[in-house]
């Protein structure tokens, strides 16, 4: 149990243009969502956290019109990247905890977003 | 706060051999720790975590950590690689109270030649 698909696993796209990644809890429901931005040989860098329903908390230095999250039930979280530039592209990764689990994340395999 | 701090980014061993990758934390609070796997081009994947009692966690592929709170480590070791262990290791840890996030290390490269 406690997986966590993400679509799609990959996107190109042109500059300017507007990006949706969903993070899908498959079969449990996800207390809190994490969303990561991991770049090449890097660890990975918290971007925002989500809970079902309420407003995301963004991490410092993660602009939050660039990066919309929105939790509309508690198994879907998305990430839209708006307007997007080359530099936005990176691997993104969602993460979902689950009552009881003692803050195991359990993670998604990740979306490799390139912005030509 | 918390930190982590893996003190080797990348550990080169042959198959068949030992291994040990290092992670340190600091906090002023309670923690929890885990170890992640990532494979190229894929997510996270639990290898072992403490959240309490026997300091000896034993976890998937053959893994185990030893939780020691005086030195504040969490080492990650296998008595015998596989060519198939070649993948990027993760130490993490998080306050033990629920809904807290995740701090990761930076990550220890573990390259499995023959």
């Known amino acids: 149990g406690a997986v966590v698909s993400q679509h799609p696993s990959w996107v190109i796209c042109k500059s300017g243009t507007s990006v949706k990644i969903e993070c899908r809890s498959l079969?449990?429901?996800?207390?809190?969502m994490f969303w990561y931005r991991q770049f090449p040989k890097q660890s990975l860098m918290l971007m925002a956290t989500?809970?079902?329903?309420?407003?995301?908390?963004?991490e410092q230095g993660v602009e939050k019109d660039k990066f919309l999250i929105n939790h509309a039930s508690l198994t879907l979280s998305t990430l839209t990247v708006t307007s997007a530039h080359p530099e936005d592209s990176s691997f993104y990764i969602c993460?979902?905890?689950?009552?009881?689990?003692?803050?195991?994340?359990?993670f998604g395999p990740g979306t490799r977003l390139t912005v030509l | 706060a918390q930190s982590v701090t893996q003190l080797d980014s990348q550990v080169p061993v042959f198959e068949e051999a030992p291994v040990e990758l290092r992670c340190n934390y600091s906090?002023?609070?309670?923690?929890?720790l885990f170890w992640y796997v990532q494979y190229p081009n894929q997510g996270l994947q639990l290898l072992l975590k403490?959240?309490?009692?026997?300091?000896l966690v034993k976890g998937i592929n053959g893994f185990e950590a030893e939780f020691n709170k005086s030195q504040t480590s969490f080492h990650l070791r296998k008595p015998s690689v596989h060519i198939s262990d070649t993948a990027e290791y993760f130490c993490?840890?998080?306050?033990?109270?629920?809904?807290?996030?995740?701090?990761f290390g930076k990550g220890t490269t573990l390259s499995v030649s023959s």
């Open positions: 079969d449990f429901q996800a207390t809190t």
């Open positions: 906090s002023s609070v309670s923690v929890y």
């Open positions: 989500s809970n079902e329903g309420s407003k995301a908390t963004y």
């Open positions: 993490a840890v998080s306050e033990s109270q629920a809904g807290t996030a995740l701090i």
């Open positions: 993460s979902a905890t689950r009552e009881f689990s003692y803050n195991e994340q359990f």
């Open positions: 403490y959240l309490s009692g026997s300091t």
